[in-house]
């Protein structure tokens, strides 16, 4: 309830695991959100009695600082209570089952003609349309269904990550959803209902899988069809291995000579042949190169291997477990744990990481405790006020949400480019800004990678070492909402590029930095990729299996977490520079993101002294019996039942092997889940995994095949039917597939409009032209003395 970027938004709450976080980061950013829900797991209990009487892990962590009044739709009463909210609210957030809603009179169309200017995010397991639009679902069946778990894991064991990332995927796309769309309303004052799929956010939103499966022929060395492989990077350049004591994140990066030459310093003559490589090179031998840097560090600790490797600038990652992350020196020098309390008088400190980022106008306040009693409809409608009756400032329909915005867009690889995408796609004017000189490998318009995570940009080049380009950039900043960069701390300060000039030049601007480890503390030089992030943020210690510490994530999870991240904080920080006139520094580290996204992990070790462990594909937020992936005759499915009443619709498929009336409740199941897998596993291995998956899901089970690339482009009945993905044609690499934005838009898909570059700057002399005031022919000038190259 804090007076952060989005004070004065009023938002309804109505959401069950699914979609909580997403309200949970709302009202971080300063919303005033009501949660009208009971639906919901409370997670660990808290040792303290006081915290305990407001709720568990999960109530604080995801529903602090809400406003509470439960609602009963069912009831006229509660549907009354309902409609008097929407009428004064901007924002409805909600999980229902398809069709209920619309069912009770309650939907979105029913409720615009009290409220015009509502806004409605449905998060739904696999949209509110398609034939599989009535499957429910948990994290891990979502994980299975989406992709996660077709490359992390082993051959033979799909692993999901820890900490409900397939949520958090849904919370972040539904707060970027959200934001867009009520961006977009306060323009032209028509609400907008987001039919927002979790399916399609997990599909959309990995690394690899489609780069890999659409340009086989242009990655020869490469599988068309991703494979789990432990913690190997689709590159093979990073990996995680075994040390005389733990485990580290080893890698050649970002330039293979400082390992190398550390290497032969120590003695280790086999690395001499890698000597004086440069990266491109050294790829096409990585394999052996990883074999050597292995029996290189078996003989070290890994917690201080990892610490000398930084010193000599490789981006080595040592595997942090919840204590270690506890007591991470960077996150007590940016404040990223904060308490909150209990009670008038605070008789007790519930300590937690309480931010995504650091907002320099609009700081996220410390956190607070659940709710401990509802509060009276009256009173939040009187809180609340009556509507803003400010006209709209056009007439007519905005066709994107962000139309009308423009980012300047300096970043590279993946979690910033993934970012602008995003705001790309949802219709803000990106323009990319990059030197062809310095832009190898992924960075180049001529690799698949590119393709994959730059459409709906603009493409313009600019040499920062040049003397007039300095002059050249504020010219596109002076016109630009927003500025993103992803570079290390310290790049664009050293291009005249810090927050403080570019805000003299433009205080309307918004100026996103995405660094590592922050632009502050003991570690801000740290070099963190997001294999080296993973290892250090808790990530990879959880995700893996009991027996086993070097799995981790497939993926580069946290360039995804990251850009999702940005792209909700940007447009929190656009709705409060469109309301206090001022724009802001968004600062983000990235390590503090993957953190934060295992959140309830640190939140219970600092409350209950519980250290979170790595345990497979158990959920480490709320223990459901079962929540396993099982073989079958031609793959692997995802079963988990999540509420008692689930069990017995379960067991009326599986039989007598788990018909024990001694199973009934989740406390008797968790006493007996060796028996119940052991069930599960003989049942499934007789079936094959779509039939096992439509047997289950007929009955009201979530259950859901584990697909990888294949099943999701060539046989996903889902993804098909709500047009996710779109047949297009680029320039340079021809006709392609592309996927688009996660979820329909007042029904409507929004089509890719503009693929990435066939070749860097591409948009030069428009960009430069059009936004920046150059002549014509001095940007043809400008291309040849090497200012625009």
């Not at 309902?82 to 069709?99: I, K, M, N, Q």
């Not at 400190?349 to 650091?358: G, I, L, S």
Request: with cysteine; charged share 20%.
């Amino acid at each position: 309830m804090n007076q952060g970027a989005l004070h004065g938004l009023r938002v309804i709450d109505l959401t069950d695991d699914s979609g909580r976080f997403a309200t949970k980061l709302l009202t971080e950013l300063g919303a005033s959100v009501v949660r009208i829900s009971a639906t919901g797991s409370a997670g660990a209990p808290m040792v303290d009695a006081a915290a305990a009487e407001l709720g568990g892990v999960l109530d604080w962590w995801y529903d602090g600082g809400k406003h509470r009044h439960i609602v009963d739709l069912s009831t006229d009463e509660g549907r009354s209570s309902y409609r008097s909210l929407c009428a004064s609210a901007d924002l409805v957030v909600e999980t229902e089952r398809p069709g209920r809603l619309e069912a009770l009179g309650i939907d979105h169309a029913d409720l615009l003609a009290a409220n015009p200017a509502l806004c409605q995010v449905s998060i739904t397991p696999f949209g509110r349309t398609g034939p599989r639009s009535d499957w429910v679902t948990s994290d891990l069946v979502s994980s299975a269904m989406g992709g996660f778990m077709s490359i992390t894991g082993l051959p033979d064991r799909p692993l999901n990550l820890w900490g409900r990332q397939s949520f958090n995927y849904a919370g972040f796309a539904g707060v970027i959803s959200a934001l867009a769309a009520v961006r977009a309303t306060r323009i032209d004052g028509m609400g907008r209902h987001v039919d927002l799929s979790i399916h399609e956010a997990i599909t959309g939103s990995i690394e690899n899988i489609f780069m890999q499966y659409f340009f086989d022929k242009e990655l020869p060395d490469m599988s068309k069809v991703a494979q789990r492989q432990g913690a190997m990077h689709w590159l093979r350049a990073y990996d995680l291995t075994a040390c005389r004591i733990g485990y580290t994140m080893i890698t050649p990066t970002p330039i293979p000579d400082h390992l190398v030459n550390w290497m032969i310093e120590e003695g280790h003559e086999a690395a001499r042949e890698w000597q004086g490589e440069d990266v491109e090179s050294m790829l096409e031998r990585i394999d052996d190169l990883m074999e050597c840097v292995r029996d290189f560090v078996k003989k070290y600790d890994a917690m201080d291997l990892w610490w000398d490797a930084q010193n000599r600038h490789c981006a080595f990652g040592g595997v942090h477990d919840i204590a270690a992350v506890a007591k991470i020196p960077q996150f007590e020098h940016r404040g990223l744990f904060a308490s909150a309390t209990t009670g008038d008088t605070g008789e007790s400190e519930v300590r937690m990481p309480h931010r995504m980022v650091k907002m320099s106008a609009t700081p996220t306040g410390p956190p607070q405790p659940p709710q401990p009693e509802s509060t009276n409809l009256e009173d939040l409608l009187a809180n609340w006020g009556s509507r803003d009756s400010a006209e709209p400032t056009v007439g007519e329909r905005l066709s994107r949400p962000l139309e009308g915005l423009r980012v300047a867009d300096f970043t590279w690889v993946l979690a910033g480019p993934f970012c602008t995408r995003m705001l790309g796609d949802l219709g803000a004017d990106v323009i990319r800004i990059q030197n062809e000189a310095r832009s190898t490998l992924v960075n180049r318009a001529d690799y698949p990678y590119y393709f994959v995570w730059n459409r709906s940009k603009r493409s313009a080049t600019l040499n920062m070492k040049h003397p007039e380009a300095l002059a050249a950039a504020r010219r596109i900043i002076e016109s630009s909402d927003v500025l993103i960069e992803n570079y290390s701390a310290g790049v664009l300060e050293a291009w005249g590029l810090d927050y403080e000039t570019v805000h003299a030049w433009n205080p309307k601007l918004v100026y996103v930095t995405m660094s590592g480890c922050g632009h502050d503390g003991p570690w801000k030089h740290v070099i963190s990729y997001a294999p080296t992030v993973h290892a250090v943020c808790g990530i990879t210690h959880l995700t893996n299996f009991a027996d086993r510490g070097d799995v981790g994530s497939g993926l580069s999870l946290n360039d995804h977490l990251a850009g999702f991240s940005a792209a909700a904080t940007t447009l929190a920080a656009i709705e409060a520079r469109d309301r206090t006139g001022l724009g802001q520094k968004v600062d983000m580290a990235q390590l503090e993101i993957g953190t934060y996204a295992i959140g309830p992990a640190l939140l219970d070790y600092f409350a209950n002294h519980n250290e979170a462990q790595p345990a497979g594909n158990r959920d480490g937020l709320h223990d459901h019996v079962p929540n396993e992936v099982y073989p079958t005759g031609d793959g692997f499915v995802a079963i988990s039942v999540t509420t008692d009443s689930q069990w017995p619709a379960l067991a009326s498929v599986v039989g007598e092997s788990v018909a024990d009336p001694a199973w009934a409740t989740e406390a008797e199941r968790r006493d007996h889940r060796v028996d119940i897998d052991a069930a599960l596993s003989a049942w499934a291995a007789n079936g094959t995994a779509d039939e096992i998956v439509d047997t289950l899901q007929a009955v009201g089970v979530p259950a859901g095949k584990v697909q990888d690339v294949v099943d999701l482009f060539e046989h996903d009945p889902q993804h098909e039917a709500r047009g996710f993905w779109q047949a297009v044609t680029h320039d340079g690499f021809g006709d392609r597939h592309v996927d688009t934005f996660p979820g329909l838009i007042d029904g409507e898909r929004l089509a890719v409009e503009r693929l990435a570059p066939s070749y860097l700057g591409e948009h030069n002399f428009e960009v430069w032209t059009d936004v920046a005031g150059y002549e014509f022919d001095a940007v043809a000038e400008g291309m040849g003395t090497d200012l625009f190259t």
